[in-house]
C-alpha cells in the first residue's frame, strides 16, 4: 500500500514536470534544453570523431561531450579541464599497462585500477576523478596500446571537451537569473495551496485525518526552498565567463536573498503547524482544541493563503499598488482573525491548552512572517 501511494505522488510529480517544461518558461524546462544540448553534443562529437575522422575509439569524444554540458558555462569550463586532465591520465597510464604487460589485459587492470582509483579521489579532480579509472578501462579491454592509438585516445577526448563547452556556451548559454524567481514564485504558490487545502480540510467534521497528507505537502516546501537555495547559487556561478549576458535575454535581476530567508522561516512555521495537527490526529489520548478553536484556525490559514497568492503576483514582478493594498487589506483581515483566535484559546478546557498554544503560537510566527513589509 505504501508502495503504491509513493508511486502514485511520484508519476503525479513527473506529470507536472513534463506539464511545466511544455507550457512555461521554469527549471523544467531549462532541465529539457540542457538535456537537449548534451544530447546535441554528443552526436555532434560523435559525428567528428567517429563518422569523419573514423577514429579507433570514437566512443571517447562523445562521453567527454556529455560531461562537458554542466548547468553553468564557468563549470563547463572547469569541468572540462579536470575531465581533460584525469582521462588523459588514464589513458597515458593504462596504455604504458598495457605496454609493459605486452597487451595482458588482466595484470594491466591489477597495475592500473587501484592507482587511478586512489588518484581519482584527489580532491582538485572534483567529481570527475572517476573518469580516470571508466577510461583507463575502455583503453585496457581496447587491447592496443601503440602511441599513434594513444594520440587518437587523447584527441577523441579534446574534441568531445571542446565540442561540449562551445555547445554549452553558444546554444542557449544557461543564464539561471529566471531560475531564482521562478523557483521563489514556486514555492509560494505551494505554501498558498497547502495553506488553502488545510484551511478546508479544518472545516471538515474529519479533517484532521488529512493532516499525514499535509505534513508530507509541508516536507515537500523544504525541498522547494532548497532549490531556491541552489538557483541562487547557478546565478551567481552562472554569469561568470558566461557569453549569455550579451548573447541572449538575461531577464530582471532574482528577488533580494532576504525574500529566501524570509520564506524559510513561513516554510519552518507551516512544517510545524502541520507537525501539531498530525500529533492530534495520531495521538488519540491527546485533547485535540475545541471546534471553535479548529474553525478560527481554518479561517486565518485560509487568510494566509490568500496573502501567499497576493505575493506570488509581486514575486512576479508585477508589483502594483493595487496588489499592495490587497496584501495590506488581507494581512490586517488574518490578522484580526489570530485575535479571536487566542481569545478562544483563553476560554478553551486547561486539559486542551498544550497543544491550543502550540498551535496559536505556531500561527502567530507564521502571521508575523507574512507581515507586508515593503
Not at 141 to 162: D, K, N, Q
Not at 308 to 326: D, F, K, M, N, V
Not at 330 to 344: N, Q, V, Y
Amino acid at each position: 500500500m505504501v508502495a503504491w501511494r509513493w508511486a502514485g505522488l511520484e508519476l503525479a510529480e513527473v506529470r507536472r514536470s513534463v506539464r511545466s517544461a511544455c507550457v512555461e518558461p521554469g527549471p523544467e524546462r531549462d532541465t529539457l534544453v540542457q538535456s537537449l544540448k548534451a544530447a546535441g553534443a554528443a552526436i555532434a562529437a560523435w559525428a567528428v570523431s567517429g563518422w569523419w575522422f573514423q577514429a579507433p575509439m570514437a566512443l571517447l569524444a562523445p562521453w567527454t561531450a556529455i560531461a562537458m554540458v554542466g548547468s553553468t558555462v564557468y563549470q563547463s569550463v572547469r569541468t572540462g579541464i579536470q575531465q581533460f586532465a584525469i582521462i588523459a591520465l588514464g589513458t597515458l597510464w593504462a596504455s604504458a599497462a598495457m605496454a609493459f604487460t605486452r597487451d595482458e589485459t588482466m595484470t594491466a587492470m591489477l597495475l592500473t585500477l587501484p592507482f587511478m582509483m586512489l588518484l581519482g579521489n584527489y580532491r582538485r579532480f572534483g567529481s570527475q576523478g572517476i573518469y580516470g579509472a571508466t577510461t583507463a578501462l575502455f583503453v585496457i579491454t581496447g587491447g592496443v596500446s601503440s602511441t599513434s592509438t594513444v594520440g587518437h585516445r587523447l584527441l577523441e577526448t579534446l574534441i568531445g571537451a571542446v565540442i561540449g563547452l562551445l555547445v554549452n556556451a553558444l546554444v542557449f548559454p544557461p543564464v539561471h537569473l529566471r531560475s531564482v524567481r521562478d523557483r521563489l514564485v514556486r514555492l509560494v504558490r505551494e505554501t498558498a495551496d497547502l495553506l488553502d487545502a488545510m484551511a478546508e480540510g479544518l472545516r471538515e467534521e474529519d479533517g484532521l485525518e488529512k493532516s499525514e497528507k499535509w505534513h508530507h505537502s509541508a516536507g515537500g516546501l523544504m525541498v522547494s526552498l532548497q532549490n531556491v537555495g541552489e538557483a541562487r547559487r547557478w546565478a551567481m556561478e552562472g554569469s561568470r565567463w558566461n557569453p549569455g549576458g550579451r548573447l541572449r535575454r538575461t531577464g530582471p535581476k532574482p528577488p533580494p536573498f532576504a525574500e529566501d530567508t524570509r520564506w524559510g522561516r513561513v516554510c519552518t512555521c507551516v512544517l510545524a503547524l502541520t507537525r501539531t495537527l498530525k500529533t492530534i490526529s495520531d495521538d488519540r489520548e491527546l485533547p485535540p482544541p475545541s471546534p471553535d478553536f479548529l474553525r478560527l484556525l481554518s479561517e486565518m490559514l485560509g487568510q494566509a493563503g490568500h496573502i501567499c497568492a497576493i505575493e506570488t503576483g509581486l514575486l512576479s514582478g508585477s508589483g502594483t499598488g493595487a496588489l499592495r493594498e490587497r496584501r495590506e487589506a488581507a494581512f490586517k483581515e488574518a490578522w484580526s482573525t489570530l485575535g479571536s483566535l487566542t481569545d478562544t484559546f483563553h476560554r478553551q478546557e486547561p486539559s486542551a491548552a498544550a497543544v491550543g498554544g502550540e498551535l496559536l503560537l505556531e500561527a502567530r510566527r507564521l502571521m508575523t512572517e507574512l507581515a507586508p513589509s515593503a
